[in-house]
T-cell receptor, first 114, second 112 residues
């Protein structure tokens, strides 16, 4: 079982839709959870960063972490064509000696159609 | 702009050659990571440095090496290049290891 699983998609939605992107993980030691957006052939851009379980909102984006289920989500409200990109989840554990790591999902490719 | 600078942006070189990719982390970030991303593939972790010392190694080939200098910039050296080494190479930095990482725009390497 991979440490981080992310459905590669592709996911295609109409403009204005609510998008739900998800990752599951197996390592209960993960402490930090991140979402990145990567446009084609560009560097990943950090969108959301959270430490605890629960929801974190930033504009049209909401990150949700459920540590009990080992499941994280990114919701995009009122999706726009400019949101078309690949979204990568990432999670990490730090400060625990040899088990420190930062692991990325493979990414979900999203297309928002006008 | 993430604050992480990578040079050069593009590099075309022949098989068997050696190249050096350079990364300047965000001001104050002590941790630097290198990743390789081939066409339509995920990020492959290569190596990580923290304050000048190697912290973690991923799937880095023996033909590849890296270092982080006292001013915290980092270089990734790729030698005996093969066609399969053509990829995007990203550098990322974070203030402490394994927390939020900020990526540069990458170096696109083409080996012909």
């Amino acid at each position: 079982q991979k440490e981080v699983e992310q459905d590669p998609g592709p996911l295609s939605v109409p403009e204005g839709a609510i998008v739900s992107l998800n990752c599951t993980y197996s390592n209960s030691a993960f402490q930090y959870f991140m979402w990145y957006r990567q446009y084609s052939r560009k560097g990943p851009e950090l969108l959301m960063y959270t430490y605890s379980s629960g929801n974190k909102e930033d504009g049209r984006f909401t990150a949700q972490v459920d540590k009990s289920s080992k499941y994280i989500s990114l919701f995009i409200r009122d999706s726009q064509p400019s949101d078309s990109a690949t979204y990568l989840c990432a999670m990490s554990v730090w400060g625990q000696g040899g088990s420190e790591k930062l692991v990325f999902g493979k990414g979900t490719k999203l297309t928002v159609n006008p | 702009d993430s604050g992480v600078t990578q040079t050069p942006k593009h590099l075309i070189t022949a098989t068997g050659q050696r190249v050096t990719l350079r990364c300047s982390p965000r001001s104050g970030d002590l941790s630097v990571y290198w990743y390789q991303q081939s066409l339509d593939q995920g990020l492959q972790f290569l190596i990580q440095y923290y304050n000048g010392e190697e912290r973690a190694k991923g799937n880095i080939l023996e033909r590849f090496s890296a270092q982080q200098f006292p001013d915290l910039h980092s270089e990734l050296n790729l030698s005996s290049l093969e066609l399969g080494d053509s990829a995007l190479y990203f550098c990322a930095s974070s203030p402490v290891p394994y927390t939020e990482a900020f990526f540069g725009q990458g170096t696109r390497l083409t080996v012909v």
